[in-house]
């Protein structure tokens, strides 16, 4: 007998661009990676392989390993004046940047199998500059940290207003320039209103903190998905920074790269490759009662380790119907029905477990087995019989030996 797996291993490249001009749009990639575990076969999830850049890697002790930063060389720049006292907020400075999920569609760059990832803001941040020293701006005030709060009404720009909220009391800041980063837990618009008329005005860069959900990779292919999700920025866009300041860019693509490992191994133990079938007692039995055998049979236990999909089917030296057989060289032959268990966490397309499931030459019945986690290296056995009725007639024909060759193969190719 001969048993051939098929391992689900490899990675393709793809990249997906929206086609716009580099002086509009920024693309930044974000990237996921699944690799089956052996050490942790419950966590199937995708583990985020973007650079943290920005404030988490400025203050990584503030951010833990539950929020990720990215920061983007995109800078908004005024349009005028900031008013003092602005009854309209738009006319000031305020962040509203989109904390509901969005959806993107990946594919697969072989087999065009496509997923669905979602991601939101969960933060957002940013370095504004003033141009001018901020103590001459407001006049009285020799400290560089309180003329800062007095150009904002009081309180600097660590304490956020709206549904925006302070992430730490961390802050970079100089006589012209202060650093900020606010978490964005609910939807809304955040805004901090100067008492002082502020001449010009920017933010020298976007940091943004978000969340991450990506599909179940034991349901996908090996291989890499690829796919873009488009944020428009600017006035009354998905991010939104008022009326008077205006981005350099006005498209940020995230483009997702999500890479899929899947692990699919099969061991026979030594020996497992030759199969003889016999009685439920041996032969001796038999031939000590004399009477045909009731069947002929062996079970063949095997390991397997396994994240990917997979399907089964046979490949046979000799054939009847759909099945098998055995040949004694005289003209004589016997089909061997061969069947499948499989180890717990192994299920068939509908969710049933799979035990003695028939193998057939066309697939037929094996064509999708799933995992729901990766199993590692559990027991499955391959059961291989000839009906009572079959046994009888190879006795009543002879003597002769029997044999043939069986294919058993395991195919991650779905």
């Known amino acids: 007998m001969k048993y051939l797996p098929k391992t ?37 999830k995708f583990t985020n392989t973007t650079p943290v850049s920005g404030y988490c ?9 539950s929020i990720f930063s990215i920061r983007v060389p995109i800078s908004f720049n005024s349009t005028g004046p900031i008013q003092a ?64 709060a007095k150009l904002w009404g009081g309180t600097t720009w660590t304490y956020p207003s709206g549904p925006c909220q302070t992430q730490s009391t961390n802050a970079a800041y100089s006589g012209t320039h202060f650093g900020v ?10 805004t901090k209103q100067t008492r002082y008329l502020i001449p010009q005005f920017k933010y020298e860069f976007l940091d943004f903190a978000y969340e991450l959900r990506t599909p179940n990779p034991l349901g996908m292919s090996s291989g890499l998905y690829t796919g873009s999700l488009v944020y428009g920025m600017g006035p009354r866009r ?33 020996g497992g490759n030759r199969v003889e079938l016999a009685p439920q007692d041996g032969w001796q039995a038999w031939l000590s009662r004399g009477r045909a055998p009731t069947r002929l049979f062996r079970d063949q236990t095997f390991r397997i380790s396994s994240s990917a999909r997979f399907k089964m089917n046979l490949e046979c030296q000799y054939t009847i119907g759909n099945t098998c057989a055995i040949w004694d060289g005289s003209g004589h032959s016997a089909p061997v029905d061969v ?50 009725a079959n046994a009888a007639q190879m006795v009543a024909e002879g003597d002769g030996t029997y044999s043939g060759n069986v294919t058993v193969v395991w195919d991650s190719d779905i």
């Not at 980063?181 to 955040?190: I, L, M, N, Q």
Request: glycine residues 8%; neutral net charge; proline residues 6%.
């Open 8 to 44: 689900a291993r490899g990675v393709a490249s793809v990249f997906l661009l929206i086609g716009m001009s580099a002086a509009h749009a920024y693309e930044q990639p974000i990237t996921a990676r699944f690799t089956a575990d052996s050490s942790k076969p419950h966590e199937n």
């Open 57 to 65: 890697a400025e203050y990584p002790s503030w951010c833990g390993t």
């Open 85 to 148: 006292n602005h009854a309209d907020y738009r006319q000031g400075a305020m962040f509203n940047v989109p904390v509901n999920w969005r959806t993107a569609q990946v594919r697969h760059s072989v087999t065009g199998e496509t997923e669905n990832v979602e991601v939101r803001f969960i933060g957002v941040g940013t370095r504004y500059r003033l141009y001018r020293q901020v103590t001459d701006l407001v006049g009285g005030e020799s400290s560089i940290l309180a003329a800062h």
């Open 181 to 190: 980063f606010w978490r964005t837990p609910s939807a809304g618009v955040c």
């Open 238 to 270: 998905d991010i939104d920074m008022g009326d008077v300041m205006v981005p350099w860019d006005s498209v940020l693509n995230f483009n997702f790269r999500l890479t899929v490992q899947h692990a699919l191994k099969v061991d026979i133990p030594p």
């Open 339 to 388: 069947s499948v268990s499989l180890p717990h966490g192994l299920t068939d397309d509908s969710g049933r477990a799979v035990k003695r499931r028939p193998l057939l030459r066309d697939g037929s019945g094996t064509t999708l087995f799933r995992p729901g986690f990766y199993v590692d290296y559990k027991p499955g056995t391959l059961h291989f019989e000839i009906s009572q």
